[in-house]
């Protein structure tokens, strides 16, 4: 049995694993986000500077969408010459 890398997947039109689940929103001192983006200074950069993923923000509180999260992270992706990252 043959094991397929990630691109050969990707062009057989395998969906891609996701990072963040599609339906959650979470916050910035989430676990999974302080662990992927940084802290909520970090993060507070990021929003400022326009490098950070979409999110919203009700008043003074700040929400990520788990698909906004996934679409940040894919585009950020780096590829290899391997084709594997």
């Known amino acids: 049995m043959k094991i397929e890398s ?3 997947q ?3 039109g395998y969906p891609m694993a996701k990072l963040f689940d599609e339906t959650r929103h ?3 001192n989430d676990f999974e986000i302080i662990a992927l ?5 970090k993060q ?3 929003r400022h500077y326009g490098r950070g993923p979409a999110f919203y923000r009700l008043g003074r ?4 969408h788990g698909s ?3 679409v940040g992270a894919e585009a950020n992706k780096v590829e290899t ?5």
């Open 6 to 8: 990630h691109a050969d």
């Open 44 to 46: 507070a950069q990021m």
């Open 10 to 12: 990707l062009k057989q």
């Open 37 to 41: 983006l940084g802290t909520r200074a």
């Open 81 to 85: 010459a391997s084709g594997t990252a």
């Open 68 to 70: 906004d999260l996934n």
């Open 61 to 64: 509180k700040i929400i990520y």
């Open 26 to 28: 979470y916050q910035p």
